[in-house]
């Protein structure tokens, strides 16, 4: 018997799983005691949507006779077109006034280009110092002058590989 407990005190790993073994067993007999005959089973809601659907139709049919249904196919078509010539005509409105905005929105974006333009040319001052453009260059002339540099230069065999420290 000393070994058994030696045994079981030397190895904490079983001790663990034979608690959880006991743990489950004791929790099952739980839940069977929760689950009375008396109560009535849990159903899925998916379930339960079917059941009151089919028992809103079978209400909805004993309630209300057979109806002509040429009529109402006809009444529902002119209430469809109805319903169509309301919402192009909405969206059409809708149509036009986004753009009327457009415009609006275009119009005043030419006036502040305009504006800025007149600003700028009151601004450039050819003997201001301030306002005077630096030399502009295209990449022909940089790559001429980065040709020119090498031919100019001394050659390159001539330079050191290795950059001086400073």
Same mark, same amino acid.
């Not at 009151?52 to 040429?70: C, I, T, Y």
């Not at 006809?74 to 415009?103: G, H």
């Given at each position: 018997m000393g070994d058994f407990i030696d045994f079981f005190l030397k190895n904490p790993f079983l001790i663990i799983v034979l608690i959880g073994i006991l743990t489950s067993m004791l929790g099952k007999k739980k839940q069977q005691q929760q689950n009375d005959p008396?109560?009535?089973?849990? !159903?899925?809601?998916? +379930?339960?949507? @079917?059941?009151? #659907?089919?028992?809103? *139709?079978?209400?909805?049919? %004993?309630?209300?006779? /057979?109806?002509?249904?040429?009529?109402?196919?006809?009444?529902?078509?002119?209430?469809?077109?109805?319903?169509?010539?309301?919402?192009?005509?909405?969206?059409? !409105?809708?149509?036009? +006034?986004?753009? @009327?905005?457009? #415009?609006?929105?275009? *119009?005043?974006?030419?006036? %502040?280009?305009?504006? /800025?333009?007149?600003?700028?040319?009151?601004?450039s001052d050819n003997s201001s110092p301030v306002y005077r453009k630096g030399p502009s260059f295209g990449k022909k002339q940089l790559i001429d002058g980065i040709i020119m540099s090498e031919v100019l230069g001394p050659p390159r065999a001539k330079r050191s590989l290795q950059r001086s420290r400073r």
């Open positions: 008396n109560t009535p089973p849990k !159903k899925k809601w998916q +379930e339960v949507m @079917r059941e009151l #659907q089919g028992e809103m *139709q079978q209400g909805n049919q %004993q309630q209300r006779p /057979a109806p002509a249904p040429v009529r109402k196919v006809e009444q529902q078509a002119a209430q469809a077109v109805e319903v169509i010539d309301e919402t192009t005509n909405d969206a059409n !409105k809708r149509i036009a +006034e986004l753009r @009327r905005i457009q #415009q609006k929105y275009d *119009q005043e974006r030419l006036y %502040q280009k305009a504006k /800025a333009d007149k600003i700028t040319s009151a601004i």
